[in-house]
């Protein structure tokens, strides 16, 4: 069967620090991977998604970036983190549904 | 532009009530709706599609083209009911799905 998973499920990281968020999908090839922004009041926003390993479409000008290493890996990074960036992230992949991970709390201080 | 709207922030019926929470979207070809929802502490799930054209847990939703919108409905609310619901729109070939800024649905007893 498919599952999703994603981690770190909380992190705390200072200003200017990098981050690494990944994700990883089995029981499926070649899924389509989506990374979200779920902020209160303001849904779930979609900020990057690739369609094969390298390909990487970016929905929203920002601060993170999304990379592809692998079929089933899905990385969301920056080189240096603003306050702004605090949320709670979402991985998701699709096949004939979107499915999703838990997601992580990141909070910027 | 594609767009889900949801109007809703927070729906508050009783239980045994009708419950509709609104939808509208902007999109000008033909798109796939969905809407998924998220109990507390629980993942993002879907709950049902529009293609589908059927009943989950007692609710339902119709897609009006003229009018874009993908209302869900329930005759009798339940307290299980209670969660967030997010309607989302799929503008085809599922390389992207957009999602509204949900609607909490909370049924009293």
């Known amino acids: 069967s498919q599952t999703i998973h994603q981690w770190p499920a909380t992190l705390v990281q200072p200003v200017g620090s990098p981050l690494s968020l990944e994700c990883t999908v089995e029981?499926?090839?070649?899924?389509?991977l989506y990374w979200y922004r779920q902020a209160a009041g303001r849904g779930l926003q979609l900020l990057f998604y690739?369609?094969?390993?390298?390909?990487i479409s970016s929905e929203v000008p920002q601060n993170l970036s999304a990379s592809r290493p692998q079929d089933r890996q899905f990385i969301l990074s920056s080189k240096k983190l603003l306050l702004s960036d605090s949320g709670f992230y979402l991985c998701?992949?699709?096949?004939?549904?979107?499915?999703f991970g838990q997601g992580t709390r990141l909070t910027v201080v | 532009a594609q767009r889900v709207t949801q109007p809703e922030k927070l729906l508050s019926v009783f239980k045994g009530a009708p419950v509709e929470l609104k939808c509208n979207y902007s999109?000008?070809?033909?798109?796939?709706l969905f809407w998924y929802v998220q109990y507390s502490r629980q993942r993002l799930q879907l709950l049902l599609r529009?293609?589908s054209r059927e009943s989950i847990k007692g609710f339902t939703a119709d897609l009006n083209k003229g009018e874009t919108s993908f209302h869900l409905k329930k005759p009798f609310a339940q307290e299980e009911d209670s969660a967030m619901y997010y309607c989302?729109?799929?503008?085809?070939?599922?390389?992207?799905?957009?999602f509204g800024a949900g609607t909490r649905l909370a049924v009293h007893p």
């Open positions: 998701a992949f699709w096949d004939r549904e979107a499915f």
């Open positions: 029981g499926t090839s070649n899924p389509n």
């Open positions: 690739s369609v094969g390993i390298g390909q």
């Open positions: 999109y000008s070809g033909s798109p796939e």
């Open positions: 529009h293609i």
């Open positions: 989302a729109l799929s503008p085809g070939g599922y390389n992207k799905l957009i």
